[in-house]
């Protein structure tokens, strides 16, 4: 779903991924990650607000799991760099916060579903006044096409083609107390 997409009440829900699909899924990318780096020292991972967050903290325990060792994780807030505020709707702004100093590190910025790119190129910009990373990589749970901007995860657990009329919901059980990949489908039901 993007930043203020919020789906209407009477939606018909189609599972995409169940809690153990989700699992598998969530193991799969911590490998490609895994691959991708030289040293995963130098890994960093910086959740999108709002589920690319909980989704970022996900993924760092299981690469401290699968690594032994821990996994730099935090939250970047692109809100102020968009270049679409006038049309959507507002949430709060949480703060971003960088565990470490990003110069010279591999970053994977996360996110919960690309749509129209909107949302990853403010990230790319808000990343820029806090210092040159040596790479930076794209992570999202689910692609669900639309593309307005040249933007393509390096990382991603489902390709969904959808109408503009769907949305695509991640649940996870830190915040939800269930795990999947919805796809809503609204006026259904």
Do not use: Y
Request: proline share 7%.
């Amino acid at each position: 779903m993007g930043r203020s997409e919020f789906p209407p009440q009477n939606c018909e829900r189609v599972w995409i991924l169940d809690s153990e699909e989700l699992h598998r899924t969530v193991l799969r990318l911590c490998s490609q990650v895994i691959e991708s780096v030289a040293d995963p020292k130098q890994l960093v991972l910086l959740g999108i607000p709002t589920r690319g967050v909980a989704l970022a903290q996900v993924l760092a325990a299981e690469l401290q799991r699968i690594l032994c060792e821990p996994i730099a994780q935090g939250v970047l807030d692109p809100t102020f760099h968009r270049d679409d505020l006038g049309r959507l709707g507002t949430r709060l702004v949480q703060p971003t916060d960088l565990p470490v100093c990003i110069d010279n590190r591999t970053v994977v910025l996360v996110d919960d579903v690309v749509f129209t790119g909107r949302t990853v190129r403010a990230a790319l910009e808000a990343l820029q006044g806090w210092g040159r990373p040596a790479s930076v990589k794209l992570l999202a749970m689910v692609d669900r096409g639309h593309r307005e901007l040249p933007i393509q995860p390096d990382f991603v657990g489902r390709v969904v083609p959808t109408s503009r009329q769907e949305f695509i919901h991640l649940m996870l059980q830190e915040v939800d107390g269930e795990e999947g990949v919805l796809l809503l489908k609204p006026g259904t039901n």
